[in-house]
Nanobody, 116 residues
Framework: QVQLVESGGGLVQAGGSLRLSCAASGRTDVIRGMGWFRQAPGKEREFVSAIGWSSSSTEYADSVKGRFTISRDNAKNTVYLQMNSLKPEDTAVYYC?????????WGQGSQVTVAS
């Protein structure tokens, strides 16, 4: 089992920045990758970004490329999502996710609200 605890959401004006953090605990030795998804009201959960745990490979949704940056600190078992140039359409609950030992685990979700 892997437990994920998120922090860093909040309210920001359009054009502003926020950084989300996700700390993993438990069976962190079997983590293969971590990432972020988001779900806006009335919409399905969508992929935002992902990063390999032993490699430096990263992926981004087209809607956030050039604005969001994912990074990790393996020593702290933590993944970060730096969000810059935020837009009102980025408003959503952001969920941290990790893949470990053929399972997928989710964080509790962090609300990000971008005011126009």
């Amino acid at each position: 089992q892997v437990q994920l605890v998120e922090s860093g959401g909040g309210l920001v004006q359009a054009g502003g920045s926020l950084r989300l953090s996700c700390a993993a605990s438990g069976r962190t030795d079997v983590i293969r990758g971590m990432g972020w998804f988001r779900q806006a009201p009335g919409k399905e959960r969508e992929f935002v970004s992902a990063i390999g745990w032993s490699s430096s490979s990263t992926e981004y949704a087209d809607s956030v490329k050039g604005r969001f940056t994912i990074s990790r600190d393996n020593a702290k078992n933590t993944v970060y999502l730096q969000m810059n140039s935020l837009k009102p359409e980025d408003t959503a609950v952001y969920y941290c996710m990790c893949t470990a030992a053929e399972h997928r685990y989710w964080g509790q979700g962090s609300q990000v609200t971008v005011a126009s």
